[in-house]
């Protein structure tokens, strides 16, 4: 499903590469971090968010960080997606995602957004394109872009974690790779399943 | 014709914050997240301009004189806390107006203090945008802010490392240290030579720093330019200079030296047109006669003799003298000049 020799783009944003870092040293330990950076060779242990970084910096953290949790690359980065949504330390990502909308149907639909929402707050940060397409019955599907393979499986752990966080009850199926093209289908079974977590529009995350 | 009900309806969604006024601006109808905003004191009733106070158009004392300009752009405030500032615009209608409100810039403060939802907004409205980028680039400023700062510290800590006076380009103090450490071996044969500008004081304080900038550069030109490569010139404070000369202790040549370089600085430089006159009272200490003296010990007994030359009249300079623990007086033609005249 992911080839490791596929390139993530010209030049990986150091909040990409720093998203990783956080994710790895808050949920596993600074230690296993260090472990990680060492053994792809990196030369240092801190990314920094607003510089940018050769691609296969971030290839080789991703191969570190999977032969050092013996992972597949698809699990680590769908988890990596989960951790920014609902971890503390990454909260201003999760409020930039609730301002998508009330609903978590509304947050789908405005995840054709997305790509353009991040290039209007960090000019040079480019996702893929993301496209939604509802098919009737709570069913979507979510196309996501060719340029950062494994994004997809990034997305999953997003839309999972945003579902809990609405309060919405979903199913999520990735449904492989189509040209570079990945495709999630997004089954809704429940809008307001659970209570879900508040979102005060006033209150910035600090 | 659209009746008065219709159209409060339609102006409650698409327009939730709007008033409809009647001819004496009374309030006949609010939208619902106008009213939002005074959740305990009904506006229906009331007239406009008891509610909000007109910042702009300016010196309007009747409501009449509103409607007599169609279209106007309103700036209002509450008379009441919280003071908020919205903007708006009036339209007439048959049997008064209507006033279309918006928070414009104050409304990163109005969802705090009223608990607005996206809900409050109309689809169209850009409110929810707008928070969303400043909040976004807020997160964005923070890394950079933080990015900004590491490289601040990191440039401190090189500057902290570096040999280098970024002025004058000659070695700085750390460097001049780890030159003298090198010359620790008993029997080295070099002098200690320390140089302190007369007059600089004035440069600064009449001309401003960039004169004295100006000046401090020229300076280390003509140290350069008057030693040998294999000499060590330093800037070690403000305008003080310290030479290493390797392989020379012959105080007639040192003699020469010296004065030659207070000749060549009390030649007027010119900055921007105005004069900089200063000159240079100089301390020397040469390794071979003071033996067992560590560099530390002559670079110390430089600085005495610096002392000696400058309580002599300044513009003058001093050997150390050994014998007597004091400077001996070496009188340089020079020494009888006087502080140059400032421009």
């Given at each position: 499903m992911l080839s490791n020799d596929d390139s993530w783009g010209i030049g990986m944003h150091g909040l990409v590469n720093g998203a990783i870092q956080s994710f790895v040293i808050n949920t596993y330990g600074r230690e296993r971090w260090t472990h990680v950076t060492e053994a792809a060779g990196l030369g240092f242990a801190e990314f920094e968010a607003m510089l940018t970084y050769d691609d296969a910096l971030t290839e080789a953290v991703l191969d570190a960080l999977c032969a050092e949790l013996c992972r597949e690359r698809g699990e680590v980065l769908e988890d990596l997606g989960t951790y920014l949504v609902s971890h503390p330390a990454v909260e201003a990502l999760r409020r930039l995602l609730r301002f998508?909308?009330?609903?978590y149907v509304d947050f789908l639909l405005s995840l054709d957004d997305l790509p353009d929402r991040a290039r209007l707050a960090v000019s040079d940060l480019h996702l893929p394109a993301l496209e939604l397409r509802e098919q009737g019955a709570g069913r979507y599907e979510l196309s996501c872009g060719p340029?950062?393979?494994?994004f997809g499986c990034v997305m999953m752990g997003i839309l999972r974690a945003m579902a809990d966080d609405y309060g919405a009850l979903v199913m999520l199926d990735h449904d492989g790779n189509r040209d570079g093209v990945e495709v999630i289908v997004i089954t809704l079974?429940?809008?307001?399943?659970a209570k879900g977590r508040a979102f005060d529009l006033g209150a910035r995350a600090g | 014709m659209m009746g008065p009900d219709a159209l409060a309806d339609l102006l409650a969604r698409l327009c939730p914050m709007h008033l409809m006024l009647d001819e004496e601006g009374v309030i006949r109808d609010v939208g619902p997240t106008l009213q939002k905003l005074r959740?305990?004191?009904?506006?229906?009733?009331?007239r406009f301009l008891d509610l909000f106070d007109l910042?702009?158009?300016?010196?309007?004392?009747?409501?009449s004189d509103l409607l007599a300009e169609p279209g106007v752009k309103l700036n209002v405030v509450f008379r009441?806390?919280?003071h908020t500032a919205l903007k708006g615009q009036l339209a007439v209608i048959p049997g008064g107006a209507v006033v279309a409100l918006s928070f414009g810039i104050s409304l990163l403060d109005a969802v705090r203090d009223?608990?607005?939802?996206?809900?409050?907004?109309?689809?169209?409205?850009?409110a929810i945008e707008l928070l969303y980028l400043v909040e976004a680039k807020s997160a964005a400023m923070e890394a950079s802010r933080q990015l900004n700062q590491r490289l601040q510290a990191a440039r401190i800590s090189a500057e902290e490392q570096?040999?280098?006076?970024?002025?004058?380009?000659l070695k700085n103090r750390r460097a001049m240290d780890h030159v003298l450490t090198r010359k620790s071996g008993v029997g080295l044969c070099y002098s200690v030579m320390h140089i302190d500008l007369d007059f600089f004081k004035q440069v600064n304080d009449t001309l401003g720093h960039a004169a004295g900038d100006y000046v401090l550069q020229q300076v280390a030109r003509v140290l350069v330019e008057e030693t040998r490569r294999e000499d060590a010139v330093a800037r070690v404070g403000g305008d003080e200079f310290v030479v290493v000369f390797d392989n020379l202790t012959d105080r007639p040549r040192l003699r020469r030296i010296a004065l030659r370089l207070i000749e060549r600085l009390e030649q007027p430089m010119q900055f921007r047109g105005r004069p900089c006159a200063i000159s240079a009272s100089i301390g020397i200490a040469p390794s071979v006669e003071q033996p067992d003296c560590a560099p530390a010990e002559l670079l110390r007994r430089a600085d005495l003799a610096l002392y000696t030359a400058k309580r002599a009249g300044r513009a003058t300079f001093r050997f150390f003298d050994p014998h007597s623990c004091a400077a001996e007086v070496e009188t340089?033609?020079?020494?009888?000049?006087?502080p140059p005249r400032l421009g």
């Amino acid at each position: 499903m992911l080839s490791n020799d596929d390139s993530w783009g010209i030049g990986m944003h150091g909040l990409v590469n720093g998203a990783i870092q956080s994710f790895v040293i808050n949920t596993y330990g600074r230690e296993r971090w260090t472990h990680v950076t060492e053994a792809a060779g990196l030369g240092f242990a801190e990314f920094e968010a607003m510089l940018t970084y050769d691609d296969a910096l971030t290839e080789a953290v991703l191969d570190a960080l999977c032969a050092e949790l013996c992972r597949e690359r698809g699990e680590v980065l769908e988890d990596l997606g989960t951790y920014l949504v609902s971890h503390p330390a990454v909260e201003a990502l999760r409020r930039l995602l609730r301002f998508g909308g009330e609903t978590y149907v509304d947050f789908l639909l405005s995840l054709d957004d997305l790509p353009d929402r991040a290039r209007l707050a960090v000019s040079d940060l480019h996702l893929p394109a993301l496209e939604l397409r509802e098919q009737g019955a709570g069913r979507y599907e979510l196309s996501c872009g060719p340029d950062l393979p494994g994004f997809g499986c990034v997305m999953m752990g997003i839309l999972r974690a945003m579902a809990d966080d609405y309060g919405a009850l979903v199913m999520l199926d990735h449904d492989g790779n189509r040209d570079g093209v990945e495709v999630i289908v997004i089954t809704l079974i429940e809008m307001a399943f659970a209570k879900g977590r508040a979102f005060d529009l006033g209150a910035r995350a600090g | 014709m659209m009746g008065p009900d219709a159209l409060a309806d339609l102006l409650a969604r698409l327009c939730p914050m709007h008033l409809m006024l009647d001819e004496e601006g009374v309030i006949r109808d609010v939208g619902p997240t106008l009213q939002k905003l005074r959740p305990d004191a009904p506006m229906q009733g009331r007239r406009f301009l008891d509610l909000f106070d007109l910042t702009r158009p300016r010196a309007v004392p009747r409501f009449s004189d509103l409607l007599a300009e169609p279209g106007v752009k309103l700036n209002v405030v509450f008379r009441d806390t919280p003071h908020t500032a919205l903007k708006g615009q009036l339209a007439v209608i048959p049997g008064g107006a209507v006033v279309a409100l918006s928070f414009g810039i104050s409304l990163l403060d109005a969802v705090r203090d009223y608990a607005l939802t996206s809900a409050d907004f109309a689809a169209t409205d850009l409110a929810i945008e707008l928070l969303y980028l400043v909040e976004a680039k807020s997160a964005a400023m923070e890394a950079s802010r933080q990015l900004n700062q590491r490289l601040q510290a990191a440039r401190i800590s090189a500057e902290e490392q570096a040999f280098t006076d970024t002025l004058t380009g000659l070695k700085n103090r750390r460097a001049m240290d780890h030159v003298l450490t090198r010359k620790s071996g008993v029997g080295l044969c070099y002098s200690v030579m320390h140089i302190d500008l007369d007059f600089f004081k004035q440069v600064n304080d009449t001309l401003g720093h960039a004169a004295g900038d100006y000046v401090l550069q020229q300076v280390a030109r003509v140290l350069v330019e008057e030693t040998r490569r294999e000499d060590a010139v330093a800037r070690v404070g403000g305008d003080e200079f310290v030479v290493v000369f390797d392989n020379l202790t012959d105080r007639p040549r040192l003699r020469r030296i010296a004065l030659r370089l207070i000749e060549r600085l009390e030649q007027p430089m010119q900055f921007r047109g105005r004069p900089c006159a200063i000159s240079a009272s100089i301390g020397i200490a040469p390794s071979v006669e003071q033996p067992d003296c560590a560099p530390a010990e002559l670079l110390r007994r430089a600085d005495l003799a610096l002392y000696t030359a400058k309580r002599a009249g300044r513009a003058t300079f001093r050997f150390f003298d050994p014998h007597s623990c004091a400077a001996e007086v070496e009188t340089a033609p020079t020494a009888r000049m006087g502080p140059p005249r400032l421009g």
